[in-house]
């Protein structure tokens, strides 16, 4: 029996691996056009976008959505 979690794309990923892959698909420029959050659009930088993921649980859902719809449209 296949373990439902599996299929969830998030399995496994960190979210400093999910925004690293988002930054390599769209750029910081784009990203910021499609979550437009200061992190993102002023000054971006993986260290300060995951300090502000960690403690925003709407960004991070924001993120998490669009790295399942890059998985979908790749």
Known sequence: MKDSATKDPLHGKTLEMILKELVEFYGW???GNMIT??????DPSIKSSLAFLRKTS????KVED????MIKCR
């Open 37 to 42: 959050i200061r992190c993102f659009t002023h």
């Open 29 to 31: 420029e784009q990203l």
């Open 58 to 61: 709407w960004a991070r859902t």
């Open 66 to 69: 669009l790295y399942r719809y």
